[in-house]
């Protein structure tokens, strides 16, 4: 069964500093892997998209990376800002159809 | 900038009647999907639709369900009969390119139905 992992489940964190979360897949045939930011009743916002072939894509303080050998992805945020206070979804999307696997998220708190 | 919007932003209805969601995604794009959020939960893939008919659907979009793009412009989904399990956030997304090839999706601020 296609599963994504995510972890930590939630994370406080300073303003200014940086966090990583992690993504991990059993999602088969890869197609991509995608990072959304969700604010709390809002719907999700496109971060990153990465494919087979690509290890890192970045987006502004958003770095994303992608290891499909031991099918796990990160997400790194620099310099925290109180408005990255969100959940953060990782979704991977299987090879040949759209059928998106959507992870549980990581709710990230960034407190001043 | 383009955004895609729904309507209501909420909706109240009574267990066994049929519901409307509507939603009006980016003008030229082409490929429209629903999602759900349950409560405190993830968020789970409905449906996605291109060129008039449905490309994919999960097994949460049994009979109950359908979509429509009635018009150039809205995208639909009907419940048919409601049930206690479909409260939820429903969400619209669209996108011009195909999700399998890395298209960017869109989504809408959602729906939130309560079915009582």
């Known amino acids: 069964k296609n599963q994504v992992e995510q972890s930590p489940q939630s994370l406080i964190i300073l303003e200014g500093k940086n966090c990583t979360l992690q993504c991990n897949y059993t999602v088969s045939p890869f197609s991509n892997l995608r990072w959304y930011k969700q604010d709390t009743g809002r719907g999700p916002v496109s971060l990153t998209i990465m494919t087979f072939s690509e290890n890192t894509k970045s987006n502004g303080r958003y770095t994303a990376t992608l290891d499909a050998d031991t099918k796990q992805s990160s997400l790194h945020i620099t310099a925290s800002q109180l408005s990255d206070s969100a959940s953060y979804i990782c979704v991977v999307i299987t090879g040949g159809s759209y059928i998106p696997t959507f992870g549980r998220g990581t709710s990230l708190i960034v407190h001043p | 900038e383009p955004e895609v919007t729904q309507t209501p932003s909420h909706q109240v209805t009574q267990m066994g009647q049929e519901v409307i969601l509507r939603c009006v995604p980016i003008?030229?794009?082409?490929?429209f999907y629903w999602y759900r959020q349950i409560l405190g939960q993830k968020v789970e893939f409905l449906v996605s639709?291109?060129?008039?008919?449905?490309?994919?659907k999960s097994e949460i979009f049994d009979d109950q369900f359908s979509v429509e793009r009635p018009d150039g412009s809205n995208f639909t989904l009907k419940i048919r009969s409601t049930k206690l399990e479909d409260s939820a956030m429903y969400f619209c997304?669209?996108?011009?390119?195909?999700?399998?090839?890395?298209?960017?999706?869109?989504f809408g601020p959602g729906t939130r139905l309560t079915v009582l």
């Open positions: 639709f291109y060129n008039n008919e449905i490309s994919e």
């Open positions: 003008s030229n794009h082409l490929y």
């Open positions: 997304a669209s996108s011009d390119l195909a999700g399998d090839v890395g298209g960017t999706q869109y």
